[in-house]
């Protein structure tokens, strides 16, 4: 069974330090007490590393994704504002 996906973004220019920005907050989360999946940065900083959350050993959970819950397209997915995500958090009670 899988248990781990790696996150690298760094051929992606437009995202350059998108990994540093998902491994901060997730640590920012996890500090608030907020439950996350376990991760781990690399030691050149350029690979995210976390714990699937959403494999069991009876398969695959279903998991939507937050891009989908606001209606977004994949490309629209890093556009927008934290104040539109906590709407939509609050709307489908999420946290």
Do not use: H, P
């Amino acid at each position: 069974m899988f248990n781990f996906t790696i996150n690298n973004y760094w051929e992606t220019s437009d995202f350059k330090d998108i990994v540093l920005n998902e491994y901060l907050s997730l640590s920012i989360a996890k500090n608030a007490g907020i439950a996350t999946a376990d991760f781990w940065l690399s030691d050149n900083k350029e690979l995210l590393a976390l714990r699937r959350f959403d494999r069991t050993e009876n398969g695959s959970l279903f998991v939507e994704d937050m891009t989908v819950l606001m209606g977004k397209t994949s490309d629209q997915k890093y556009r927008g504002s934290y104040e539109n995500l906590m709407k939509v958090a609050d709307l489908y009670q999420i946290g």
